[in-house]
C-alpha cells in the first residue's frame, strides 16, 4: 500500500477585521482534518457551500499553506509558507478548477497552455514538448488540428478536457479536482467523469475529487468524507457512508441532494457512440 498523500490534524485560520477600530475575529475554516490516500485511489470530500471543503483542497494542491497540522506527498513533508517548494514537490500535484472558462488564459494557444508547465519544469527541448502536448490532446478526446487555437473556440466540455490535460502534462501522481464537472452539462459531465476514470487507470493517478453533487461522489469516489463548518464529521469507504451514514448532518446532506442517475447518462452517451461508430463505416 502506498500513501500519496497524507494530512494530519490539518487547520486552516483567517483573521477577520471588524473594521478599522473593531477588534478581530479568528475563523477556522477547517478543524483538524485528517485523511491518507492510496496511490490509484480517490477520495472525494462533501460539503456544502462554506464547509470547508475547498479550502482544503487548496491547501492539499500547494497553493495555500496550513495554520496547523502536517501534510505528506509522497511520503515527503511539506513545508508550504516555511520555504521554497521544490519544483519536483510541485510537479507531483496538480490540480483541476470548476470554471473551465475561467481556468484557461484566453490570450494562449491550446498548444502553449500545455507546453508551458513542460518549459518552467523541465529541461525538454521544444520539440519534444510540441509532441507531447498534441500526443496529450489525443489522449483528452481532441485532436492535433486544436493545437493552434483559443480557448474561446472551444465548448465548455472541450475546455475541461483541456484543463485535464494540462494538469497531467508533468505526469503529477496526485491531481485535486474542485468541482471539475459542475459547470458542465449533464451528459457532458458523464464523458468527462469517464475520462478522468480512464486516465487514473491509465497512469495510476490519485485523486482527491472536491463535489457537493452526491451522484457524480458515488460513480467516482473509494473514500468519502463528508465536512460541515470545517469540521470531518464522517469519513469512511463510500459504500459504508452511502449504505448507512452514521451523522446527522450526513444523512440530512443526503436527503436534501437530489439524485442524478449519472449510470443512465452514460448508458444513452455510449449508445450514441455506438450508433456514430456504426453509422460511419462504409
Known amino acids: 500500500m502506498t500513501i500519496v498523500v497524507e494530512g494530519e490534524a490539518l487547520t486552516q485560520d483567517y483573521v477577520i477585521s471588524s473594521g478599522m477600530f473593531g477588534k478581530t475575529k ?10 491518507a490516500v492510496e496511490q490509484g485511489k480517490t477520495l472525494a470530500i462533501v460539503g456544502e457551500s462554506g464547509s470547508g471543503k475547498s479550502t482544503l483542497a487548496r491547501i492539499i ?7 496547523g497540522g502536517t501534510l505528506k506527498i509522497d511520503g515527503q513533508l511539506v513545508a508550504i509558507g516555511r520555504g521554497r517548494i ?8 496538480q490540480m483541476v478548477f470548476q470554471n473551465p472558462y475561467g481556468s484557461l488564459n484566453p490570450r494562449q494557444k491550446v498548444g502553449d ?3 508551458e508547465p513542460l518549459m518552467l519544469n523541465t529541461d525538454m527541448p521544444a520539440s519534444e514538448r510540441q509532441d507531447r502536448a498534441e500526443a496529450m490532446l489525443k489522449r483528452v478526446g481532441l485532436g492535433s488540428e486544436h493545437f493552434n487555437r483559443y480557448p474561446h473556440m472551444f465548448s465548455g466540455g472541450q475546455r ?3 484543463a485535464i490535460a494540462r494538469a497531467i502534462m508533468l505526469k503529477p501522481k496526485l491531481l485535486v479536482l474542485d468541482e471539475p464537472v459542475s ?11 469517464n475520462l478522468l476514470g480512464e486516465l487514473q487507470e491509465e497512469f495510476g493517478l490519485t485523486y482527491v475529487f472536491i463535489s457537493h453533487d452526491l451522484s457524480v461522489v458515488r460513480f467516482l469516489a473509494d473514500e468519502v468524507m463528508v465536512m460541515n463548518k470545517g469540521e470531518v464529521v464522517e469519513q469512511g469507504s463510500r459504500e459504508a457512508v452511502f449504505a ?14 437530489p439524485v442524478t442517475d449519472l449510470e443512465a447518462i452514460r ?5 450514441r457512440q455506438a450508433m456514430r461508430a456504426a453509422t460511419s463505416v462504409p
Request: no cysteine; proline share 3%; hydrophobic share 50%.
Open 244 to 257: 448507512d451514514p452514521r451523522h446527522a448532518y450526513t444523512r440530512q446532506l443526503f436527503a436534501a441532494t
Open 160 to 162: 475541461q478536457r483541456i
Open 86 to 93: 521544490s519544483r519536483d514537490l510541485r510537479s507531483k500535484v
Open 26 to 35: 479568528l475563523l477556522r475554516a477547517v478543524k483538524g482534518a485528517s485523511f
Open 61 to 67: 494542491a500547494l497553493i495555500d499553506p496550513a495554520t
Open 183 to 193: 459547470a458542465l452539462d449533464l451528459s457532458v459531465q458523464a464523458q468527462v467523469l
Open 267 to 271: 448508458a444513452r452517451v455510449a449508445r
Open 113 to 115: 497552455v500545455l507546453m
